[in-house]
């Protein structure tokens, strides 16, 4: 392939010096656009952005080096896609050079001069523009460096359908919802450019990245190229290998699998282009379904795997419905896994249509973006579907021999972020549970999590409050009515009492059977357990 970056090691480690050296970080980029021009970036609207980089490049070059304002020089550049003078770039990249940059592929020069400025020094200095869209990228520990191809704000038209995609919402939500437990090995399915990768080298020893794409697969070496030129301490081994799905793995067995699947479910029609980036070539919801009954064949015991979804939510039933039935162990190809899914959204048929017939660029009022508007409409109407849903899916395969559990959950407002550290302790809270008896829970002495608050409502003049709400700072942001019982008890929960005693106590009090106040509060303190509320 010509058309992506090269990962020439010694040439990526001089880009990688010139890109920190330039402040073309996360918090670099932010300060030099600016608040106004970051957020509206973030919205993909690029103009206050691009007001904010100009003229800087465009005037006549500086002959002190140091002036040259580079990190606007790289914004404008790669994630803008607007030409550059070549003098410019060279003074933000003096180590690797617009040569360098040529040779990786980056850039390419102009065959004019695009207007810059004017006279016989300006018609000299070329213009030079991305090839790809190169974007800083990070998490608390880490600068890194994400390259991928141009975006539709740059291209300002359909996309190729083998484009590669960049940072955008759904990686990074998963990349939020990640337990970062240390691992032996991790699967990253469907690596696309290699976002998911770049965490796991913080937490796995070997990791095997795979895609369809040819394509995704080179930027993903390139992207982790850049990642190890860093030279901080040893890089996990990373294997790049080219497949459908589980086919490239067959047999292997992994600790933690993650994957932002090609999950969006798009019309089977010949005359509709199909994006690998985002659609699976089954029809539906076939590829997240196939991708929860299959991937317990790669996880070691207590292996977890994480991934995005949709799913159809057909006329008179609910998304757990159809939850329920893919999760079915009694099927012929039953799930034998834990399964925490929690339901973030929901669309109606024409909002779905509407979303991503706009996503592979074409615009809305044309007769492209109508004809795939209607086809979408045609292909919902056909399955009798109602809405789709939008969610993460964590997958645990027991690591002993235990009946599975199941938890179904919604939770469309904010949730903490990173989110992992949560669905870490979910998933031990519940296999804690389902390892243990209502009386092992009450022997246990909860403390309320710091970050659970309550409030009481009632009628001015009231005694007693009408309504106690019992809400969680973190995590999902659960928020649990509870009756006297239950606040009696949360009032108590210091981890100084097991439960049983400060039941019985509760129950002594009030003059009440202390096994009846058990069975009514035993569920509930297994749903707060289960959340983080009580830990």
Not at 426 to 432: D, I, N, Q, S, V
Request: hydrophobic fraction near 45%; aromatic fraction near 6%; charged fraction near 20%.
């Amino acid at each position: 392939m010509n058309d992506t970056p090269v990962a020439d090691k010694a040439l990526v480690a001089l880009l990688r010096a010139d890109l920190a050296a330039a402040r073309f970080t996360v918090d670099g980029v932010a300060e030099r656009l600016g608040p106004v021009a970051s957020a509206a970036l973030h919205r993909e609207q690029p103009l206050p952005a691009l007001l904010a980089t100009d003229p800087s490049e465009l005037s006549e070059p500086s002959e002190a080096a140091s002036s040259v304002d580079a990190c606007g020089v790289l914004v404008r550049l790669f994630t803008l896609g607007r030409p550059v003078r070549e003098s410019a770039l060279a003074a933000a990249l003096p180590s690797l050079g617009v040569d360098g940059a040529v040779r990786l592929r980056l850039v390419r020069r102009e065959g004019g001069r695009a207007g810059f400025g004017s006279g016989r020094e300006a018609a000299a200095d070329r213009a030079v523009l991305a090839t790809c869209d190169l974007r800083p990228y990070g998490d608390d520990s880490h600068d890194w460096w994400v390259a991928s191809d141009l975006s539709e704000l740059v291209v300002g038209g359909p996309l190729r359908v083998d484009h590669v995609l960049g940072i955008g919402g759904a990686s990074t939500t998963l990349a939020s919802w990640t337990v970062r437990r240390p691992v032996g090995r991790a699967l990253d399915l469907g690596t696309g450019c290699g976002v998911q990768t770049l965490h796991l080298l913080g937490h796995a020893r070997s990791i095997v990245a795979t895609d369809i794409s040819e394509r995704a697969l080179a930027y993903a070496a390139f992207n982790l190229a850049l990642a190890a030129s860093a030279g901080a301490g040893a890089v996990p081994e990373v294997e790049l290998v080219a497949g459908d799905l589980l086919d490239p793995v067959a047999a292997q067995e992994f600790s933690l699998v993650v994957s932002n699947p090609p999950f969006v479910i798009t019309p089977r029609d010949e005359s509709l282009p199909l994006y690998e980036y985002r659609d699976g070539g089954r029809a539906g919801d076939a590829l997240v379904q196939s991708l929860v009954r299959q991937v317990g064949t790669v996880l070691e015991p207590g292996g977890v795997a994480q991934f995005l979804g949709n799913w159809e939510v057909p006329a008179g039933r609910s998304w757990r419905d159809v939850w329920t039935e893919w999760l079915d162990e009694q099927a012929s190809d039953g799930v034998a896994l834990d399964a925490w899914v929690v339901q973030r959204d929901s669309q109606d048929p024409a909002e779905y249509a509407e979303l991503w017939a706009r996503d592979g660029g074409a615009q809305p009022g044309s007769e492209a973006h109508s004809q795939l508007y209607a086809a979408w409409l045609r292909d919902f109407a056909a399955r009798d579907v109602e809405r789709v849903g939008f969610g993460v899916v964590s997958l645990q395969r027991p690591a002993t021999d235990r009946p599975t559990w199941r938890s179904l959950d919604e939770a469309h407002g904010p949730v903490a972020a990173p989110m992992g550290p949560t669905v870490d302790a979910g998933l031990r809270a519940r296999t804690w549970l389902s390892e243990h008896s209502d009386d092992d829970l009450l022997d246990v002495a909860w403390s309320c999590a710091p970050d659970v608050t309550e409030e009481r409502h009632g009628t001015p003049g009231a005694e007693d409050p009408t309504v106690i709400l019992v809400r969680q700072g973190g995590g999902l942001g659960r928020v649990v009515r509870a009756g006297t019982l239950l606040a009696a008890y949360l009032g108590v929960a210091d981890g100084e009492l097991t439960a049983r005693a400060a039941l019985d106590a509760i129950a002594t009090v009030l003059g009440l059977d202390a096994a009846d106040v058990r069975s009514e509060l035993v569920p509930q303190l297994r749903d707060l357990v289960a959340d983080g509320l009580l830990v």
